[in-house]
């Protein structure tokens, strides 16, 4: 049996990488770790609550003592990392937070791995500690074509009616990083600890960078569940600027379906020490030749889906209108344009090939697709919605969990 822990699991994603890791590896012994700060909330995950492979762990990242001794009681053989402070907005009133969770919560995780993995017979063996970051720590790339332009890739996720790219240049997996956000210097900060430990210490690491993801159980201070909510209450719709700014948008189911097969298919090469001791000893397969440098294996995540904020509320705004039986778009004059934060970054653009071609993996939903089901979701659980932004998920944690 594999013990795997996953942090942040009461999260959005990680949620929804919680759910599938369950139901598809019975198996499996899945530990949900969470701190349940504002944004994680049990209620995700009722469907999945009772499952004999399931255990819930409240407990903070930064905690190191608590998750070292949870290693060795529980003999985890991986992690999947998620926890983290993920709000931008928040992150410039607040930086503190942020480097403290973001950057010393993960250096804790990676130290008690370490410590507990290292004292085992068997080492690293069979051993995985899978960081998920953000496109955020690339920076910004330069909107070229505000006008939009044909893009050089296709794929499923990629919108049947508004199919395209605002500049030539994308991300790829060897973009310097260049953090402008205390949100994205803290990811990026991680993501070196992550490779750090990998380097140094031979931990089998891995880093992905996700692009903007969207779905179900996302907590509404992000962009679509804010709009959907506002929308269903005829309430302002706070647009930054004119809403010109550009994002990669990836349905949150597709991203746990990558994360499950990088963290069970990834190749992780060997540090360059012994590497290059063991450098003549066997051939490679194509995969592993492209890891032969020594590095963490880091692959990119999006949906090959670029939007303007303001397309992609006007999407939003027919959808909901629609489903709720009123005049599609009639409810456009809710849009209201805001001043913009200093520091926001105009055009982020995500390039997945290496992911497709090294392991297969492509989004399943075109976007108009997945924004319908998201929206469904939303209306059809609107006591979720409440919930979570009155507290009420809080007294449902004490009457479920405070006795077990």
Known sequence: MKNIVITGGAGFIGSHVVR????????????????????????????IEDKPNY???????????????????????GIIHLAAESHVDRSIKDPFTFAHTNVMGTLSLLQAAKLYWESLPEGYEGKRFYHISTDEVYGALEMTHPEGIEPPFTTRASSGKHHLAYGEKFFVETTKYNPHSPYSAS???????????????????????CSNNYGPYQFPEKLIPLFINNIRHRKPLPV??????????????????AIDLIFH????????????????????????SRQRKGECPTYNIGGFNEWKNI???????????????RKEGEDMDLITHVTDRKGH???????????QKELGWEPSLQFEEGIEKTVRWYLDNQEWMDNVTSGDYQKYYESMYKNR
């Open 20 to 47: 599938l890791f369950v139901n598809k590896y019975p198996e499996y012994h899945i530990i949900n770790l969470d701190k349940l700060t504002y944004a994680g909330n049990l209620a995700n995950l009722k469907d």
């Open 345 to 355: 970054d105009m055009r982020y653009a995500i390039d997945s090939t290496k992911l």
């Open 265 to 288: 298919k990834a190749y992780i090469a060997e540090p360059m020490e012994q590497r290059e001791q063991n450098q003549t000893s066997k051939n490679l397969n194509s995969a592993e």
């Open 240 to 257: 930054y600027g004119k809403g010109e700014n550009v994002r990669d948008w990836l349905y949150v189911e597709d991203h746990a379906r």
């Open 55 to 77: 255990k819930f762990v409240k407990m903070d990242i930064c905690d190191f003592d608590s998750f070292l001794k949870l290693m060795q009681d529980e003999h985890v053989d």
């Open 187 to 209: 990811k990026a900060s991680s993501d070196h600890f992550v490779r750090a430990f990998h380097d140094t210490y031979g931990m089998p690491t891995i880093v992905t960078n």
């Open 311 to 325: 397309d992609i509320i006007k999407v939003v705004i027919r959808t909901v209108d629609r489903l709720l039986g």
